[in-house]
């Protein structure tokens, strides 16, 4: 019986795959959402900005995301973008609560390049398919997005193009400002 246990407990702290990663957060967040035509409280609208955004690596998709500016700020100013990018992140993925309740996602197999593993799903939304492939990438025995791309756009590419765009015209504090708006 001890050792049938044992096995158990193994088996249940085992790294699994990006795949099973995914699908674990996806029925956490389905989980947590309420029935259909019930109110979002702020409250569970946090708890699942939280969830969705637990296994997003903001670190480094905000360091990817500002590309040659992040080595140019000192500490104090990428603290502040950092606030204000998973900010930024958490309301953005918080908005597009109300289509998940309605959406179906089919996970696809996934492929391995290089140091990462790419998770392509498809969401279909009132009918509509949306292609979203999630770049992931182990820390530990735990998976880590590092990019998440739409329809074959790369979030950290549209967000290094805008936020250089914004640096270039206005400097890093109108970046950290933009991001900090709740608009």
Do not use: C
């Amino acid at each position: 019986m001890r050792l049938a246990l044992i096995a158990v407990g193994l088996l249940i702290s085992a790294p699994q795959g990006a795949t099973e990663a995914l699908k674990a957060r996806d029925a956490e967040v389905r989980s947590q959402l309420p029935p259909q035509g019930s109110p979002l409280t702020p409250a569970v609208r946090s708890k699942i900005e939280n969830t969705l955004t637990r296994a997003v690596d903001m670190d480094s998709m905000a360091k990817q995301a500002l590309g040659k500016h992040w080595d140019e700020q000192p500490p104090s100013k990428r603290q502040k973008f950092m606030r204000a990018f998973v900010n930024r992140f958490k309301r953005v993925s918080g908005d597009q609560i109300e289509s998940y309740r309605t959406s179906k996602t089919e996970f696809l197999p996934e492929e391995k390049q290089g140091d990462t593993v790419r998770v392509p799903t498809r969401l279909v939304i009132k009918g509509e398919p949306t292609d979203v492939v999630y770049v992931m990438r182990r820390e530990g025995n735990e998976w880590r997005i590092v990019d998440i791309i739409v329809d074959d756009v790369s979030t950290v590419e549209n967000y290094r193009s805008s936020f250089s765009r914004i640096i270039a015209k206005e400097g890093f504090d109108a970046l950290i400002r933009r991001l900090s708006t709740t608009a």
